[in-house]
């Protein structure tokens, strides 16, 4: 009787050694999977390049642009009216704030264009009022040509100025073209939550 509850009793503790095995080894499976679903995103979501925009012989920045970039005194004036005087809406911002850092935005604009100069500096303080992180939009100038010299619009189909792609895993899910349907803030708003959104000159069906 002593013999067999003690051989009852090993049985038991191999059982639980096994089961704790078991747990451990799920564990450094979810583990592994989360630093490769972490590793993956920081593959996906790729940072802007280094900031390359000067102004060419006609006056226009041309290259990669960021915010500061604008602080020169032949743009400063018109970007800082438009930034100051442009009222976001907060409710929408509030909405913003839960989606938009999950993508990469590029986009196109020309400071020669009229359009440009309206929507580029509002895009830039809905972004900070989002919390949006600045080191994952990365802005293109370009020439009336819409082109850089170094072919920077390539591959993007960019007719018209200014446009905003964004992307997530890699794929773009939707670009705002030119101006808003709505307003630009409802417009993001659509693109980052999936919503049905087709930009001012999207014909498709």
């Known amino acids: 009787m002593i ?5 009852l009793l ?12 078991t747990t451990a080894e799920k564990k450094i499976v979810i583990e592994n999977k989360t630093e490769n679903i972490i590793k993956i995103k920081e593959i996906v979501r790729q940072k ?4 390359t925009a000067q102004k060419n012989d006609r006056g226009y920045l041309i290259g990669i642009a960021n915010k500061s970039s604008f602080a020169d005194a032949s743009f400063k004036p018109w970007f800082d ?19 938009i850092n999950k993508f990469t935005i590029k986009g196109f604009m020309g400071t020669w264009c009229g359009d440009s100069r309206r929507e580029t500096p509002r895009f830039y ?10 080191t994952y939009f990365e802005l293109i100038t ?17 007719i018209r100025v200014p446009t905003f792609i964004f992307f ?4 773009e899910v939707g670009r705002f073209v030119e101006y808003p349907r709505e307003t630009l803030e409802k417009d ?6 999936g919503q049905p959104y087709k930009h001012s000159y999207d014909k498709s069906e």
């Open 81 to 99: 009216s438009r930034y100051n005087e442009y009222k976001t809406d907060q409710e929408i911002i509030e909405k913003l704030k839960k989606e």
């Open 168 to 171: 997530k895993d890699g794929k």
């Open 48 to 51: 802007a390049k280094p900031i």
């Open 125 to 134: 303080k809905i972004l900070e009022e989002t919390g949006f992180d600045e």
């Open 188 to 193: 993001i708003l659509k693109i980052v939550t």
């Open 142 to 158: 370009v020439g009336r040509n819409k082109k850089t010299p170094d072919n920077l619009q390539e591959g993007f189909n960019i």
């Open 3 to 7: 013999k067999n509850t003690f051989l």
């Open 10 to 21: 090993l049985i038991v503790l191999g059982l639980a050694c096994n089961s704790s095995k």
